[in-house]
């Protein structure tokens, strides 16, 4: 029982999820029933751009709760200093992920059934 979420809370610092956090992390695959409950082997994905940044707490990104869409079965969040450079979208129901990049020369896309 594994499932994809956004981390605004410190590793080992409770809930992965804190809705009075400003900053998201990264985004994990995690197995947390609660907050007693340590989530181990899992590591953080973050859509940044510029240098590799390691440290969690100068990789965060900021953003707004007016910019976020969270359902049991959808999250959606537009990170502040977001540069529309690219995007993906997953869609479940059809196995089809697609993207786009913005290589500076016109726009590439691709499908991945």
Known sequence: ????????????????YQYKKDNIRGFQQAHQCSSW????????????TGKLVVDEDERAAKFSHANEIAKPNYYK???????????IKVF?????????????????AFIHP
């Open 1 to 16: 029982m594994h499932t994809w979420t956004p981390q605004t809370g410190k590793n080992g610092d409770g809930w992965k």
């Open 37 to 48: 409950t340590n989530d181990y082997c899992v590591f953080p994905l973050i859509p940044i």
């Open 77 to 87: 969040v537009k990170l502040d200093g977001y540069t529309g450079m690219s995007g």
């Open 92 to 108: 479940p129901a059809e196995h089809k992920i697609t993207g786009d990049v913005h290589n500076g020369r016109g726009l590439t």
